[in-house]
Structure formats: C-alpha cells, structure tokens
T-cell receptor
Framework: EAQVTQNPRYLITVTGKKLTVTCSQNMNHEYMSWYRQDPGLGLRQIYYSMNVEVTDKGDVPEGYKVSRKEKRNFPLILESPSPNQTSLYFCASSRGAGNQPQHFGDGTRLSIL | AQSVTQLDSQVPVFEEAPVELRCNYS??????LFWYVQYPNQGLQLLLKYLSGSTLVESINGFEAEFNKSQTSFHLRKPSVHISDTAEYFC????????????FGTGTKLQVIP
C-alpha cells in the first residue's frame, strides 16, 4: 500500500529538549515536504526536498532542520523546541512536478510546554 | 507569487442540501488547482484537480469544481451532501514547470447537519 508514515503521532515535551519527527514514504517519490497546520492559517510549508541531499526552506523554516540522506526518509528536527512550535505537522511526498498531487501522512501533533 | 483565498472558514449545511465552497487564487501565470479533503485525525487526501482541458472536473464521490479563469476561481460544489462529507476542505495552487511550490488556502470546515 502506498503510504507516508510519520512517527510519533502525538508528542508532549518541554522547551529546549531536542526532538525528531520521522517521515518515510514507499512510493519512490523524489519530492518531500514538511508542513505545519495551525487554526486559521491553513498549511504552511516548513522545508522541502527535491531529492537526496537537496533541501530548501519553505515559508516558515525558523527553528527547524531537515535532512535527506535517503530517498524514502525526510526527518524533521527541532533542536531547541519552543512553545510557538506547538502545532500539527504533516509530511508529504510527490513526484514533484506542479501537476502531481501530494500524498500526506496522518500528522504529528506536537505540544511544547 | 501565488496565493489562495478561501473566504469561508466554516460552512454548515443540512444533509441532502447543496453546498458550494469558494476558492479564489492569484497568480500571474497559468496554474494547476487542487482540492484536498481532511477528515478528522487524518492527513489531507486529493479530492480533485484541474490541470488543463475541460474546466469542469469531478471526483468519484459526487463533488465537482469549475475552473473560471476570468474570475480566478475554482469553487467546489456538491448537489446533495451526506453526513460523511463532514470534513475540512483545502484549495491549493501550483504552477507548471519542474518542481513548483504548492500554496494552500486556510481551509473551509464543512459541517453537515442531520
């Protein structure tokens, strides 16, 4: 089954404690993205990757890091989380061209206390 | 730069009534348009898309959307909604040519009332 898998689904942690949200896709897609979803703001892109070792900033990259060492994986790293990063996060993958739909994971709800 | 506006944050509608969810976009070049649906506690799923050709596109579950270039709109419609259509709907825009950023609207919550 084609899918994008995120872990964990839920996480409550404290300010400053480094965390990683993993994302894996099994569709051999070149392109992967991270979004955060906040009430009234829709989805905002954090980072995206066009292929292995190729990443770039989205609209709201501050406070986040990513890496793309393998085609299937695209982890999101919060090195020093703060309360304003409390949000619902989605990983997505696609074949990349603008006419290709994105495939989303089920989301990770992060609460930073 | 491109942008998407979904004017209605919430739309309540009675079961079996028609519904229209509005989406307007802004772009200086040609666009691709998408509607995604998000059910509770799930990720977004593609509902339908407009790439080119016929301006009326349909989904398998009875939704349709019409691309209107002169009004820069891509409104989503369904003639008769079901309880199971209760979800949040996102309009999105991208552009032709290699990798292109996808811009999402702020979403419209459709609440179907029994």
């Amino acid at each position: 089954e084609a899918q994008v898998t995120q872990n964990p689904r839920y996480l409550i942690t404290v300010t400053g404690k480094k965390l990683t949200v993993t994302c894996s896709q099994n569709m051999n897609h070149e392109y992967m993205s991270w979004y955060r979803q906040d009430p009234g703001l829709g989805l905002r892109q954090i980072y995206y990757s066009m292929n292995v070792e190729v990443t770039d900033k989205g609209d709201v990259p501050e406070g986040y890091k990513v890496s793309r060492k393998e085609k299937r994986n695209f982890p999101l790293i919060l090195e020093s989380p703060s309360p304003n990063q409390t949000s619902l996060y989605f990983c997505a993958s696609s074949r990349g061209a603008g006419n290709q739909p994105q495939h989303f994971g089920d989301g990770t709800r992060l609460s930073i206390l | 730069a491109q942008s998407v506006t979904q004017l209605d944050s919430q739309v309540p509608v009675f079961e079996e009534a028609p519904v229209e969810l509005r989406c307007n976009y802004s772009s200086s070049v040609s666009v691709y348009l998408f509607w995604y649906v998000q059910y509770p506690n799930q990720g977004l799923q593609l509902l339908l898309k407009y790439l080119s050709g016929s301006t009326l596109v349909e989904s398998i579950n009875g939704f349709e959307a019409e691309f209107n270039k002169s009004q820069t709109s891509f409104h989503l419609r369904k003639p008769s909604v079901h309880i199971s259509d209760t979800a949040e709907y996102f309009c999105a825009v991208s552009r032709p040519g290699g990798y292109q950023k996808v811009t999402f609207g702020t979403g419209t919550k459709l609440q179907v009332i029994p």
